[in-house]
């Protein structure tokens, strides 16, 4: 009967536990904790860390702030700032996308950082977020969705980068040979790297969701109206036509879109950053030396998607003490390191910072200068979806951008076969009943 | 202390730490959360406003809610029936004819313990349109010709995933099975094969009558469990492709955290809820799941 | 002796056969998940792939074990189920023998009651949960995990033992009872031993929900050091273009202590009940 005897000492010892709650954990109630600050990264990268566990530490010494951080995964941080509102115990700072906290912004949840901006130096206007009169981010790095190729195999066929969607579709064919090698990759479902292609694509063809109506003042959806509607169609249309020498990626999102680039089987693929080429060094280093970066094709413009991370403080917590950290960590000399977490990919939003020798001197960022020069060559093209509308910040960019309409709207076309009149009518109607129900 | 007092001690005694720790981690928790479904409530603002039963009007007029459920039904009846066959025929096979090899037997309850997220890598690995190992066998042997896109195909990705979960839960239903197999009396099998039977009727009139319980109660659970079921599906399709995998509990979560209302999850995990009360209630009334069994008779 | 008969061989060698396919099915997976695990990176790039391989390496578990957290996750996991085991163990007993041994009014509400919360889905057990624990500073600690994972396991649990008590004759306690035991001493010395089996049922249920979920351990765990396997597994795979001999060396490690676990239990969850005077 030892199973039992033993069973029972010590559920009495765990009961005895949990009824008088002890718990080793002893925190003083979360508001009025000056001397704390929880920091939530959407970057998790070991290096990245590294360089956070050592500048906290400093902090901690010069101030007596103590920094805690949570690493939870780009996937879920929304999720997880979510939560602990819910819960009543925000956190201090979220490093992440300030198209993501621009949902917080909506609800009236992050501090106004025009302070912190100004004694780092400010930054271009096109990295701003400014909700209610007030900017609400700090930026410190920015990535674009631009497109990697095979330079090894266009060379083969003697063909050159292409520039337009005419040439890019042309190039896309002259290297399909399913199903062991794809020209590109057009991923079709409702995944973040489906939306991020057609909403790329929209901007090189001047298409807008929205328009700002001047007498109303507010914004209005403008997808199905006159030329936009013409043009969306036809963004989608050539699309389809794309995805003919694409794998069928119906459930393609950026790890697929690494991996059958890395794989060798795709001559041309994008991704929002450098992370790609990572990769590639990482897994396949033959094809290292013949990935190379180009623009994604222009149509009518040659804007892109401009994707911008940054520290943003919520208002409720401890709002003080994140700023005083904001501030050290931009100006910490360790600063650099970060960036150097995952070069090429965390692109500095200050185009000094790029062009510096302390941020060039770095054996893979030297090895690979060609991306350099090229994100040096793009730089001023970028807009964030929130501003492509107008000049006004655009709060209702979530309702398609959130749930990966566009992604939805390519994979109608591309897997259900949905014409591209019905899906652009079907898109804009769902924004339109959405706002309503937001009011 | 009289009988009765200590016969009350007793009954405390023995239910009480039961009640009490599914009192306080899930009676209240479910309380609050159906109480957060007549709020309107945002995922990014503490602030909760009452709002009555609109969030329960405008999910019910939602066709993606009834989509949901249709599928929720699919997935439901195809993984049960799945794993209640395989459960029933492995556990068969197993009794009779590997009494001795524990490796054998180790093997078929692995899948069940395995974490989902372990399961959906081994799977999406597997089948694989690029790189799966299915497919290969499936091209080399000649019975397709191109690879098949099981969990991103429009009219394969419910079938592939019913497939994964039958065979991770599948052993689950061995188990008991097995377990209560090996419990029946083997006179009773004595007595039927004096009188004359043969294996089909010895398993019509002695096996199938003694397992009739545990049927019922692995069908009542899985049920239950796969109905809910989130984690399993939403790694390995998140739902697609275009939502044709995209269940009750998936909407939910979309709701929850794609749309970060909140309030209309809720609403929609009290419908699932009320749901399965309903059919559980009506599975009682037919199967009554409580009723003792008679060990032989 | 009569020459056998195609419908007398299918007879003797079809269970055979359908058994050998049942086992293939059961045991592929394991076994391309453990050859691809071994597999090279490089090699596993390039499809197809062979059957057997010789060329073994340890570069993904190396990599594994040496470049990511997840020893830290693994002891993380062990610990929360653990804790899972013995109080659902002893919970679920106890309350399987009062229900079976004493007719009392609520019985059926009570049964019904447990089957009642089971039925709700965990997903949005999980926010509340976190709130009752932030409030009593119970997030981010084992003892917070472990009672989550008792909210979906326990009500799954009284159901087995209440079936498992059944199944053992009131006259085996009424012997002892005649013999002069009191009824403790009945419980402890008689009726426990016969419900082994269930209550070893009950230890592996436990088991697999605590080791499984993911749920409660992503919304209440913050603290990376404090991840269990499947919220850590999901974050690494998400970071990397899906390195698959690594997630694959992953997955073998995690079925390793499960299968143990199964392998030494075994007897204890097939042997026969006895039910002997």
Not at chain 1, 206 to 233: C, M, P, S, T
Not at chain 2, 227 to 247: C, M, Q, R
Request: proline share 5%.
């Amino acid at each position: 009967m030892t199973l039992h005897r033993r069973t029972f000492v010590k559920t009495a010892a765990l009961a005895g536990a949990a009824a008088l709650a002890p718990q080793v954990l002893v925190r003083t109630a979360r508001g009025a904790d000056k001397n704390r600050v929880v920091f939530i990264s959407e970057e998790s990268n070991p290096k990245a860390i590294a360089v956070y566990d050592k500048i906290n530490a400093d902090f901690e010494k010069q101030t007596g702030i103590k920094v805690a951080m949570e690493y939870p995964g780009f996937a879920n941080i929304a999720k997880r700032v979510a939560t602990l509102i819910a819960a009543g115990t925000p956190p201090e700072i979220v490093w992440y996308g300030a198209g993501q906290a621009m949902n917080l912004a909506l609800e009236n949840q992050l501090a106004d950082v025009g302070d912190v901006l100004k004694s780092v130096g400010g930054v271009a206007d096109n990295l701003r977020m400014v909700y209610k009169g007030a900017d609400r981010s700090i930026p410190t790095s920015q990535q674009f969705t631009y497109g990697w190729y095979r330079k090894d195999l266009l060379q083969q066929k003697g063909l050159e980068p292409p520039k337009t969607w005419d040439d890019y579709l042309k190039v896309a064919k002259a290297l399909s040979n399913p199903p062991q090698m794809y020209g590109c990759i057009v991923p079709s479902a409702e995944t973040g790297a489906s939306t991020i292609l057609l909403e790329t694509m929209f901007m090189k063809n001047d298409v807008h969701w929205f328009e700002w109506d001047a007498n109303k003042k507010q914004y209005e959806v403008a997808l199905d109206k006159g030329d936009q509607r013409k043009r969306a169609i036809e963004t989608l249309d050539y699309l389809n036509e794309l995805h003919k020498q694409s794998p069928e990626a119906s459930t393609f999102n950026w790890a697929e879109l690494m991996s059958t680039f890395v794989s060798e089987k795709a001559a041309m693929s994008y991704y929002v950053g450098a992370r790609l080429l990572e990769q590639v060094m990482a897994n396949n280093s033959r094809i290292a030396d013949a990935t190379a970066p180009v623009e994604l094709p222009r149509k009518l413009t040659e804007s892109y998607y401009l994707s911008i991370q940054g520290f943003h403080i919520l208002d409720k917590a401890n709002v003080e003490g994140a700023k005083k950290y904001v501030t050290f960590f931009l100006k910490h000399p360790d600063v650099i390191s970060w960036y150097h977490a995952v070069p090429l990919h965390i692109i500095p939003a200050s185009r000094d910072m790029l062009r510096s020798a302390k941020y060039q001197d770095h054996p893979v960022i030297q090895k690979r200068m060609d991306v350099l020069k090229f994100l040096d060559s793009v730089w001023t093209k970028g807009v964030p979806l929130y501003y492509w509308d107008g000049k006004e910040l655009n709060p209702y960019i979530g309702l398609f951008h959130n749930e990966n309409l566009a992604g939805w709207m390519l994979a109608m076309r591309n897997i259900k076969g949905m014409k591209s009149d019905a899906i652009v009518d079907e898109a804009a109607g769902q924004v339109r009943k959405k706002m309503r129900r937001t009011g | 202390m009289s009988a009765r007092s200590e016969r009350n001690a007793w009954v405390l005694g023995t239910t009480a730490p039961a009640l009490v720790f599914l009192a306080v981690i899930a009676y209240l928790p479910i309380a609050y959360a159906i109480a957060l479904s007549f709020f309107k409530k945002t995922a990014f603002n503490p602030a909760m406003t009452w709002v009555g039963l609109d969030n329960y009007r405008y999910i019910l007029e939602e066709p993606d809610l009834w989509r949901a459920f249709w599928r929720s039904l699919v997935f439901t009846l195809g993984a049960v029936g799945l794993q209640l066959v395989w459960g029933l025929v492995s556990a068969l096979l197993l009794n009779r004819a590997l009494r001795g090899l524990t490796v054998v037997r180790s093997l078929f309850v692995l899948p069940y313990l395995l974490p989902s997220i372990v399961v959906a890598l081994v799977f999406q690995w597997l089948l694989s349109q690029e790189y799966g190992v299915v497919n290969q066998i499936l091209m080399q042997t000649g019975v397709v010709t191109r690879p098949i896109n099981f969990f991103g195909g429009l009219g394969t990705a419910m079938w592939s995933v019913i497939g994964m979960a039958g065979w991770q839960y599948g052993s689950f239903a061995t188990l008991l099975i097995l377990a209560r197999l090996q419990a029946i009396n083997p006179k009773l099998y004595e007595a039927a094969r004096v009188s004359g039977a043969g294996p089909l009727r010895c398993f019509f009139d002695v096996t199938l009558p003694n397992l009739r319980t545990t049927l019922i109660v692995i069908a009542l659970l899985r049920g239950i469990w796969m109905f809910n079921k989130f984690d399993s599906i939403w790694l390995v399709t998140h739902g697609g492709p275009l939502k044709a995998t995209e269940t009750l509990p998936i909407y939910a979560y979309r709701l929850a955290f794609e749309d970060f209302d909140f309030g209309l999850a809720a609403a929609a995990c009290t419908v699932m809820f009320l749901v399965l009360l309903v059919g559980a209630l009506v599975y009682f009334k037919l199967f009554d799941p409580t009723r003792e069994i008679e060990v032989g008779r | 002796m009569r020459a056998p008969t195609a419908s007398s061989k299918l007879a003797r060698y079809g269970p055979l056969a359908l058994l050998l396919v049942v086992l293939v099915i059961v045991a592929f997976p394991f076994y391309w998940m453990l050859l691809s695990s071994f597999t090279p990176r490089e090699v596993l790039f390039r499809p197809p792939y062979r059957f057997f391989r010789l060329d073994l390496s340890l570069g993904n578990y190396r990599e594994l074990l040496f470049a990511t957290e997840f020893l830290v996750y693994l002891r993380n996991s062990l610990i929360a189920a653990a804790g899972a085991i013995v109080l659902n163990v002893v919970a679920a007993t106890l309350a399987g023998y009062g229900l079976t041994r004493f007719a009392f009014p609520a019985k059926k509400g009570f049964a019904f009651g447990t089957l009642f919360s089971y039925m709700f889905p965990p997903m949005l057990m999980a926010i509340p949960l976190y709130i009752l624990f932030s409030a009593l500073r119970m997030r981010n600690t084992f003892t917070g995990l472990i009672l989550a994972h008792m909210a979906i396991s326990l009500p799954l649990n009284i159901w087995l033992m209440w079936q498992y008590f059944q199944i053992v004759p009131a006259s085996l306690e009424e012997a002892a009872w005649v013999s002069g035991a009191s009824r403790l001493r009945a419980l402890r010395q008689v009726i426990l031993p016969s419900a082994k089996p269930g209550i070893v049922s009950v230890a592996i249920f436990s088991f697999a929900l605590s080791w499984n979920d993911f749920t409660f351990a992503f919304i209440l765990q913050t603290d990376r050091a404090m991840f269990t396997l499947p919220v850590g597994l999901a974050i690494f795979v998400e970071q990397t273009a899906v390195h698959w001999g690594m997630v694959m060396a992953a997955a073998v490690l995690v079925s390793v202590p499960t299968f143990l676990l199964v392998f030494f239990l075994q007897r204890y969850l097939l042997s026969g009940l006895r039910v002997s005077g």
